[in-house]
């Protein structure tokens, strides 16, 4: 790994446990062990580097959506595996979920217009899958399919980010063993939860 994703990892890690305004440039550098000129160099601004970190993780869905609905044709499993996909990405890196939950709370003017470039183009790609399964009965006619839309990516944002928090209240403070599979039952539900508002029985 070079040093611009070097520097751009370790703020994202950073920026998602401290948020945007508490964290330094320097404490950036320190954690990659990099001097700060160098990560100027890079990104000449603490804004510029957090955008580039913003991208960075929304530019995942511009390239693995449209092969996801490929290579998924039928109604059900195509949402199912979308849903499955979104929840995987930030699960398996849960900086990602709290970094975009940090910056919707904190910068959200930002935060909305990066969001509404990166993602309206599938948001409304997968709106128009959903308006199709209406027209044939699959669906459930009173969807609505934007507002469906961000409201799972919200779920899945906030329910990540605050996973840890949940799974000690549902296995409490000291059952570490158990956490990781009373976690993989919660998102199980939260796709049956997606799953069930979506579909027509």
């Known amino acids: 790994m070079d040093n611009s994703a070097q520097i751009r990892a370790a703020a994202s890690r950073l920026f998602a446990t401290h948020g945007y305004d508490g964290v330094s440039l320097q404490a950036i550098a320190d954690s990659v062990g990099v001097a700060k000129q160098t990560l100027l160099y890079h990104y000449p601004s603490k804004d510029l580097l957090r955008r580039a970190v913003l991208e960075h993780v929304l530019e995942h869905w511009r390239r693995t959506l449209p092969a996801i609905l490929q290579a998924v044709t039928s109604g059900k499993r195509r949402f199912q595996a979308l849903t499955e996909e979104l929840i995987t990405f930030f699960d398996s890196d849960r900086d990602r979920a709290r970094l975009l939950a940090r ?6 003017t930002d935060t909305k217009r990066l969001m509404v470039e990166s993602l309206r183009p599938w948001i409304l790609l997968v709106s128009e899958y959903i308006r199709e399964g209406q027209k044939i009965g699959l669906i459930r006619a ?4 934007e507002s469906y839309v ?4 919200i779920l899945v944002i906030a ?3 605050n996973m840890s928090a949940m799974s000690t209240a549902l296995t409490g403070a000291g059952d570490v063993q158990n956490r990781r599979e009373i976690e993989q039952r919660h998102l199980a539900e939260l796709v049956r939860l997606t799953r069930t ?5």
């Open 197 to 201: 508002a979506l579909f027509v029985r």
């Open 142 to 145: 009173n969807v609505d399919p």
């Open 150 to 153: 961000l409201h799972v990516i």
């Open 103 to 108: 910056e919707l709370l904190d910068n959200p």
């Open 159 to 161: 329910n990540v980010a």
